[in-house]
């Protein structure tokens, strides 16, 4: 998860939704991505889509059932389909997405796991958020 605040930071700095993603595969980081949305204006390049993308042509592979996302936020409706439809092993993500509950579909043996390092993912949305509003 620290790999992802990294990337989340990444977006920080260009203006972006501080939020970042990490693919891992046999313990090693394989992809990364960071949010793109402003920088290439284009509404479906989150994290996580980002991470995918480099994920899947790392490996060759579109499917990545033997991988790890670790990503600082929960992923949103989309960025869950895409994770279906890549079968990805596992999901391991930072804050909870409370603001947006829609519902999210992931593969049956896609693995969740929610919270981690929560406090740090959340603080860095929140500040960044607070110089928007």
Same mark, same amino acid.
């Given at each position: $998860?620290?790999a992802a605040?990294?990337?989340?930071? #990444?977006?920080?700095d260009?203006?972006?939704? %501080?939020?970042?993603a990490?693919?891992?595969?046999?313990?090693?980081?394989?992809?990364?991505?960071?949010?793109?949305?402003?920088?290439?204006?284009?509404?479906?390049?989150h994290?996580? $889509?980002?991470? +995918?993308?480099?994920? !899947?042509?790392?490996?060759?592979? /579109?499917?990545?059932?033997?991988? +790890?996302?670790y990503?600082? #936020?929960? %992923?949103?409706?989309?960025?869950a389909?895409?994770? @279906?439809? !890549?079968?990805?092993?596992?999901?391991?993500?930072?804050? @909870?997405? +409370?603001k947006?509950?829609?519902p999210?579909? @992931?593969? %049956? /043996?896609?693995? #969740?796991?929610?919270?981690?390092?929560? !406090?740090?993912c959340?603080?860095?949305?929140?500040?960044?958020?607070?110089?928007?509003?």
């Amino acid at each position: $998860m620290r790999a992802a605040i990294k990337e989340a930071h #990444l977006a920080l700095d260009k203006g972006e939704i %501080p939020i970042g993603a990490v693919v891992v595969a046999m313990g090693q980081i394989i992809a990364k991505g960071h949010n793109l949305t402003q920088t290439l204006t284009d509404t479906t390049a989150h994290a996580e $889509m980002q991470a +995918i993308t480099a994920a !899947s042509g790392h490996l060759g592979n /579109k499917y990545l059932n033997q991988c +790890i996302l670790y990503v600082t #936020l929960e %992923p949103c409706a989309m960025c869950a389909g895409a994770l @279906y439809w !890549s079968q990805m092993g596992e999901v391991v993500f930072g804050a @909870y997405e +409370i603001k947006h509950q829609h519902p999210k579909t @992931y593969h %049956p /043996k896609t693995k #969740l796991l929610g919270g981690v390092l929560e !406090s740090e993912c959340g603080e860095l949305l929140q500040r960044f958020f607070k110089t928007k509003r």
